[in-house]
């Protein structure tokens, strides 16, 4: 703020500039403030914190969503290896999982004594006689004879569980982990009763969570069966694809090298060897399938958000978490230094292209400023969350979701240029595709004539490929989508070190820049105080879960159940 400020005063008459400086002097003496009182506010709560994801502090739990990535990597080792055999196995993985939501399929050989409920505590013996827990994955009635169990996981993302199979053992390449998995036969202990079972732990132990489950579960979880359906974003892309399951189809085709059947958007994959099959695969399971279903949890912590309440959002803000965990994965590391596979990979793969890393995004390394915008969106929703500020959620949230689609913008004219320019062949074609196939539906919401001519140079198959007219096509609709020229930035050229011919970043409209600034300034500072009301809030609250409240009352009755 004081570099904007400083900045801003350069360009002011002098008379301006006085006003300037004491604008300066209150910013910066409130951000001395702010930086005190959120060091003051993180050592206190810090015994309370989950792992962090890429330096984002969740509210709970959700090191075995943020695995969903090790699916990822496991599907792409596999079609790597570029054979029909390994696409299969590809597929395997990808429909069945193995790194997310595992469960045991046993069957007991003693039907329950009584009914369970969903939750309910499981315990058994590993192969070497240690203890393995677990929880009944749904209801059962007394009588039942076969249960899913859930593994427990834990907060260590580099062990948050230890049983991890599905399709994994179809690779043959020891990619499954049978260390906490309950061993093949013994006792199960439910509700204080031991029930003998039986089942075999290579193929019985599977998994609830799946990179395909994303895109064949979205027409109830984001179309028709939920408070906010049918999700903006979502109906985009059902809209123009004409298919609720538009991503699963694009993946599914991509593998088997068959025709997609949309109403818009189709791809033949038979005129793509194993080559652009792979691209077109790996890419729709990371910037189609995971892409909406971020978006997905972003809106059921909506949903669920109770408006004023500061005791009651913990549901809302565990989805929340989830969004962040998809977006980034486990590969990212608490820090964000990892390599990942999903959608912060693919930020800061293209920032280093367009030449916007960095907090100022004007370097070529380092993490994009995609990825500092949304990280500080992802926090700033989750405490609106947090204290029920939910219309300030919802605005937040659709924040997040314009910034979002910008890698997806610059992989698709990144790949226009290779094609058009580079004299790209097949790879970088069948990656053209793909990325115009994941950012098609929304630019088609914003101008169809513009959707129009990008899938005509970057369809499967296209005669011949424009990128001047891909550009321009994108750059008309920047406006709708919520994002600008600078955001997106320009294709770098490392050679000449410079932009190449034809692809700087396209000019923003001026704004009255000199009139409103100090406004600006002001309001932020102001924001940046409601951010540290938020913040203290989300402080006592923790203490409030420590039994160590800030203000303590003579309050005897508690009868009152808090949920």
């Given at each position: 703020l004081?570099?904007?400020?400083?900045?801003?005063?350069?360009?002011?008459?002098?008379a301006?500039?006085?006003?300037?400086?004491?604008?300066?002097?209150?910013?910066?003496a409130?951000?001395?403030?702010?930086?005190?009182?959120?060091?003051?506010?993180?050592?206190?709560?810090?015994?309370?914190?989950?792992?962090?994801?890429?330096?984002?502090e969740?509210?709970?739990?959700?090191?075995?969503?943020?695995a969903?990535?090790?699916d990822?990597?496991a599907?792409?080792?596999?079609?790597?290896?570029?054979?029909?055999?390994?696409?299969?196995?590809?597929?395997m993985?990808?429909?069945?999982?193995?790194?997310?939501?595992?469960?045991?399929q046993?069957?007991?050989?003693?039907?329950?004594?009584?009914?369970i409920?969903k939750?309910?505590?499981?315990?058994?013996?590993n192969?070497?006689?240690?203890?393995i827990?677990?929880?009944?994955?749904?209801?059962?009635?007394?009588?039942?004879?076969?249960?899913?169990?859930?593994?427990?996981?834990?907060?260590?993302?580099?062990?948050?569980?230890?049983?991890?199979?599905?399709?994994?053992?179809?690779?043959?390449?020891?990619?499954e982990?049978?260390?906490?998995?309950?061993?093949n036969?013994?006792?199960?202990?439910?509700?204080?009763?031991?029930?003998?079972?039986?089942?075999?732990p290579?193929?019985?132990?599977?998994?609830?969570?799946t990179?395909?489950?994303?895109?064949?579960?979205?027409?109830?979880?984001?179309?028709?069966d939920?408070?906010?359906?049918?999700?903006?974003?979502?109906?985009?892309?059902?809209?123009?694809y004409?298919?609720f399951?538009?991503?699963?189809?694009?993946?599914?085709?991509?593998?088997?090298?068959?025709?997609?059947?949309?109403?818009?958007?189709?791809?033949?994959?038979s005129?793509?060897?194993?080559?652009?099959?792979?691209?077109?695969?790996?890419k729709?399971t990371?910037?189609?399938?995971?892409?909406?279903?971020?978006?997905?949890?972003?809106?059921?912590?909506?949903?669920?958000?109770?408006?004023?309440?500061?005791?009651?959002?913990?549901?809302?803000?565990h989805?929340?978490?989830?969004?962040?965990?998809?977006?980034?994965?486990?590969?990212?590391?608490s820090?964000?230094?990892?390599d990942?596979?999903?959608?912060?990979?693919?930020a800061?793969?293209?920032?280093?292209?367009?030449s916007n890393?960095g907090?100022r995004?004007?370097?070529?390394?380092?993490?994009?400023?995609?990825?500092?915008?949304?990280?500080?969106?992802?926090?700033?929703g989750?405490?609106?969350?947090?204290v029920?500020?939910?219309?300030?959620a919802r605005?937040?949230?659709?924040?997040?979701?314009?910034?979002?689609?910008?890698?997806?913008?610059?992989?698709?004219?990144?790949?226009?240029?290779?094609?058009?320019?580079?004299q790209?062949?097949?790879?970088?074609?069948?990656?053209?595709?793909?990325?115009?196939?994941?950012?098609?539906?929304?630019?088609?919401?914003?101008?169809?004539?513009?959707?129009?001519?990008?899938?005509?140079?970057?369809?499967?198959?296209?005669?011949?490929?424009?990128?001047?007219?891909?550009?321009?096509?994108f750059e008309?609709?920047?406006r709708?989508?919520?994002?600008?020229?600078?955001?997106?930035?320009?294709?770098?050229?490392?050679?000449?070190?410079?932009?190449?011919?034809?692809?700087?970043?396209?000019?923003?409209a001026?704004?009255?820049?000199?009139?409103?600034?100090?406004?600006?300034?002001v309001g932020?500072?102001?924001?940046?105080?409601?951010?540290?009301a938020?913040?203290?809030?989300?402080?006592?609250?923790?203490?409030?879960?420590?039994?160590?409240?800030?203000?303590?009352?003579?309050?005897?009755d508690?009868?009152?159940?808090m949920?």
């Amino acid at each position: 703020l004081t570099h904007v400020v400083a900045t801003t005063q350069q360009k002011q008459p002098p008379a301006k500039q006085a006003t300037m400086a004491i604008v300066k002097s209150i910013a910066v003496a409130f951000l001395a403030a702010q930086a005190a009182s959120a060091a003051t506010l993180r050592a206190q709560h810090r015994q309370l914190s989950f792992v962090e994801i890429a330096g984002y502090e969740p509210n709970s739990q959700v090191t075995d969503h943020a695995a969903i990535d090790l699916d990822q990597a496991a599907m792409e080792s596999q079609l790597a290896l570029r054979t029909e055999e390994s696409f299969d196995v590809a597929k395997m993985i990808y429909q069945d999982g193995g790194n997310s939501k595992s469960y045991a399929q046993i069957v007991l050989q003693t039907p329950l004594a009584g009914s369970i409920g969903k939750g309910a505590k499981i315990h058994g013996k590993n192969d070497e006689g240690k203890t393995i827990t677990a929880k009944a994955l749904d209801d059962y009635s007394s009588g039942a004879t076969q249960i899913r169990a859930q593994y427990d996981t834990t907060d260590d993302q580099d062990q948050y569980v230890q049983c991890q199979v599905g399709a994994l053992p179809e690779a043959k390449s020891n990619l499954e982990n049978t260390v906490g998995c309950f061993t093949n036969s013994s006792n199960l202990k439910i509700d204080g009763t031991e029930y003998p079972y039986s089942y075999n732990p290579l193929v019985d132990n599977n998994n609830e969570r799946t990179i395909a489950g994303f895109s064949t579960g979205a027409m109830k979880k984001m179309y028709s069966d939920c408070p906010g359906c049918p999700y903006v974003d979502y109906e985009y892309y059902y809209n123009y694809y004409g298919a609720f399951d538009y991503a699963n189809q694009w993946v599914l085709s991509a593998m088997d090298g068959s025709r997609t059947n949309f109403n818009n958007g189709n791809a033949d994959f038979s005129k793509f060897s194993l080559i652009g099959r792979e691209e077109a695969a790996k890419k729709g399971t990371a910037y189609m399938s995971i892409f909406m279903y971020v978006i997905r949890e972003f809106e059921d912590a909506l949903d669920d958000c109770k408006e004023n309440c500061i005791n009651c959002n913990d549901d809302p803000v565990h989805a929340w978490d989830e969004g962040v965990a998809f977006y980034t994965g486990s590969m990212e590391g608490s820090d964000g230094s990892g390599d990942g596979k999903l959608l912060h990979g693919l930020a800061d793969k293209r920032c280093s292209d367009f030449s916007n890393c960095g907090t100022r995004g004007d370097s070529r390394t380092g993490t994009a400023k995609v990825n500092y915008d949304l990280f500080d969106l992802f926090a700033l929703g989750q405490h609106q969350l947090l204290v029920g500020n939910c219309a300030a959620a919802r605005t937040t949230k659709e924040k997040i979701v314009d910034i979002m689609y910008i890698p997806l913008i610059q992989g698709t004219i990144r790949y226009a240029y290779k094609v058009d320019k580079l004299q790209g062949a097949e790879k970088e074609k069948a990656e053209g595709a793909v990325f115009a196939a994941a950012i098609l539906p929304r630019i088609h919401a914003a101008n169809p004539n513009a959707a129009e001519k990008i899938y005509n140079s970057m369809k499967v198959g296209a005669s011949s490929t424009s990128f001047n007219a891909v550009k321009s096509a994108f750059e008309s609709t920047y406006r709708n989508l919520g994002i600008t020229c600078k955001q997106v930035g320009g294709l770098w050229n490392d050679a000449t070190g410079s932009y190449y011919e034809g692809a700087s970043p396209c000019k923003d409209a001026s704004t009255k820049a000199n009139k409103g600034t100090a406004g600006i300034i002001v309001g932020s500072v102001f924001a940046g105080i409601a951010v540290i009301a938020v913040g203290a809030v989300f402080f006592m609250r923790r203490r409030e879960i420590q039994g160590k409240p800030v203000f303590e009352t003579t309050q005897v009755d508690e009868s009152a159940d808090m949920n």
